[in-house]
């Protein structure tokens, strides 16, 4: 019983000391278009979305060149829900970051695991039940060049077999360091770059998917919020 | 405090898989067969969650309007094919491109459905449900289904430590109790452990299907697992292209996942198409239907020959096949309250 509680009354410790050292920095995200924030369901110029949903993952956390933090965690970021935009990450004497590396998606070995639960689980519609893989991310919404009907679009990019992989590597620098960062995606070159006569639905995995991905992983770029 | 609560947190957010909580369920198969390819660490049976994926595979509450269940096109007493319909129906009496496969023998299966659309046990029953012509819900709503009820909460915590519902616990709950799904006690297997013999005209036929089945349908689980293409004549109504669909390669054009031949005489129809009723219509296929093509198997490149007797004999040995052990397994059909 005595040692039980002595085990006990240690761990307190450790965890109270691991409070007392852990550091954070805050990770907001957001879209822009034309170097304007987009919000779901308002017209932004020509540009409305109505779906933005997509996974970043295995972040690692770099100040002046120096990896001070890393995990292998996946981040449903889901403009219909706010909380998912602004990320904490803890860590003991993460104070600082001026660079970070992340992936767009999901890894390959997490399309072949099976049921994941957290960001991963089936529920959260980000999942081909008939082509088995995660959806890296859901674009939505209407353009006026867009020759479908009703100019809508539907980008949903994911694949993880070869010859068309469609995760993202990305390595996004700031100006200086900070403990609040923002995270932009600026769409306005993906939107640009779009054959809008033949392509507004993407729904499965190929070769315009791996283009239109590769597009958005150049359109990342980091600032700081606060210092 | 709240800083390393927090932390533990973010981390079982980020993906963790659910643990199992309840008996170790152990799974039992012959020695000689080589190692299931499915991953028991990520998803270890445990008798409560056998028996929750047992209730939702024969629980209509998985499809859209609660009409159907697994079961409507996999019956336990037929090898969990759907016996006399060519191609599989669903909700609404919608009509499948595609026949209800027979199910057994799961865990050594790499990939699923005839095209291999699915690439893991846990995460095919997503095709079923999700798709129009079967069950056309979505997972979300089927877990909101399930979350309502008076009673699968209580089973999910028995199964997985706590009430809450999630997908992942739907899907490897249907995991696990498929994976229960093992046929290895046929007159084929009693002969292989040497408690059993054939007769003359099944060994005349085992050593015709060693001959000519046995590249592709690989003891003893009589399939490779691979996508082959069969010589089949196109559906025209169909269209039907199979495995290159998933691939995006023509170079497997008109390929389906080569099926395992255990239970076949309850299995029928036959093929990806459900086109053969009978096995003297497969085996006719195979010796006089092949159609040539630049995809098909390097298998059935020279033609097969086999007089009547040799058919018979071929037959006789297919149904040596047959596990009536599994077939009427209580522990496989609807499970009574």
Redesign the interface.
Known sequence: MKQTMLCILACVSIFQNLAASTDSVWLSIRLSYQNRTVQLDEPSDSLLLTTARFYLSAFEFYNNNRLVHQEQTYHLIDLEQPNTCVLKFNAPGMKGVDEIRFRLGVDSLANVSGALGGALDPTLGMYWAWNSGYINVKLEGQYSKSDARNQTFEFHLGGYLPPYPTLQYIQTKANHSGDHLLLNLELSNLIQQVNWKDTHHIMSPGAEAVRLSVILASSFSLSVISP | ????I??LV?????????SPVGSPYALKYPTKWPKPTY?FS??PTTVEGVALGRKLFYDPILSRDSSISCSHCHLSYTAFAHVDHALSHGIADRVGKRNAPAMMNLAWSRHFMWDG???????QA??P???PAEMDD???NV?KKLQATPHYPALFEAAFGDRKI????V??SI?QFELTLISAGSKYDRVQAGVDSFTAQEKNGYRLFQLHCNQCHTEPLFTNGAFENNGLPIDTALNDKGRSV???DAADDFKFKVPTLRNIEFSYPYMHDGRFKKLKEVLRHYTEGVQVSPTLSGSLRNKITLNDREKVDLTAFLLTLTDKEFLFNPAFSFPKE
Do not use: R, Y
């Open positions: 405090m709240s800083k390393p927090l932390l973010c981390i079982w957010l980020s993906g963790a898989f659910v991953d990520k998803n659309a699915v690439n893991h046990l846990d995460v997503l095709a449900i999700t798709h979505q997972i979300g877990v999630t997908g992942e616990k899907l490897k995991a998933i691939s995006q």
